[in-house]
C-alpha cells in the first residue's frame, strides 16, 4: 500500500496566494478521502471476520462508534459505504465482489467523497431488479465516472437518463381492484 502524507504547509500561510490555498484544500481533500478508503477496507475486512469473534461486539458500526468517538449512526454510515466499496468473504470463504467496484476505484484515488458515493449507492439501489448484471455495472461505471465532475444534481439527471434507458416503461402502473358494486334495494 503506498503511503500519502499531506503536504507540508507554508510557514506563514497568511502569505500564501490563492491558487495555493485552493491547491492545498484540493490535495488535503484527496489524502482525506483517500484515507477514508483505506479505512474502508480494514472495515469491510473486520466485517467479513465478524466483530464478534474480534472484538465481543454484536455490529462492527458500535465497535467503531466506541474506538472512534462517533455516534452509531455516524459510524454506521461508515460501515455501510466500506461494504459497499469492498469485496468480502461469505461463510463459506468465496469472496463476495463488492457492490459499487467502479466507485471503490474511483474513491481509492480520492476523487470523490462520502455523499457522492451514498448518492451512487441509493440510484443503484433504486435501479429495477429486472436489469441485467451487466447493465446494472455498466449503469455504476458511468454513474462512478461521472462523480469525480459533477454535483448531486447532475448525478441524479444521469439516474433519471439511465432509468429512462434501462426501463423506459417506468414502474409497472398499480390497478386499483374494482370496487363490490353496492346493493341497493329501494321500495316506494
Known amino acids: 500500500m503506498s503511503e500519502t502524507f499531506l503536504p507540508e504547509l507554508p510557514q506563514e500561510l497568511w502569505r500564501a496566494g490563492k491558487l495555493e490555498l485552493a491547491h492545498g484544500v ?3 481533500l484527496r489524502v482525506i478521502r483517500m484515507a477514508t478508503a483505506g479505512l474502508g477496507r480494514y472495515l469491510a475486512e473486520i ?5 464478534k469473534d474480534l472484538y465481543g461486539y454484536g455490529r462492527t458500526a458500535s465497535w467503531l ?3 472512534a468517538g462517533l455516534s452509531v449512526g455516524e459510524a454506521g454510515a461508515v460501515v455501510k459505504r466500506a461494504i459497499a466499496l469492498n469485496p468480502s468473504r461469505a461463510l463459506d470463504g468465496t469472496e463476495v465482489p463488492a457492490v459499487l467496484p467502479a466507485t471503490a476505484a474511483v474513491a481509492a ?3 470523490v467523497g462520502d455523499e457522492r458515493i ?4 441509493e440510484i443503484v439501489k433504486r435501479l429495477p431488479a429486472e436489469i441485467s448484471a451487466e447493465d446494472r455495472a455498466n ?4 454513474l462512478a465516472g461521472l462523480a469525480p465532475s459533477v454535483g448531486p444534481r447532475q448525478l441524479a439527471k444521469a439516474e433519471a437518463n439511465l432509468l429512462g434507458l434501462l426501463d423506459p416503461d417506468g414502474k409497472e402502473p398499480k390497478d386499483p381492484e374494482p370496487k363490490e358494486p353496492r346493493r341497493e334495494i329501494t321500495l316506494e
Do not use: F, M, N
Not at 47 to 51: A, L, P, T
Not at 118 to 121: C, E, S, T
Not at 139 to 142: G, L, P, Q, R, S
Open 26 to 28: 484540493q490535495q488535503s
Open 47 to 51: 466485517e467479513s471476520r465478524g466483530v
Open 65 to 67: 462508534a466506541d474506538i
Open 109 to 111: 484515488e480520492g476523487l
Open 118 to 121: 451514498d448518492q451512487i449507492l
Open 139 to 142: 449503469a455504476e461505471k458511468i
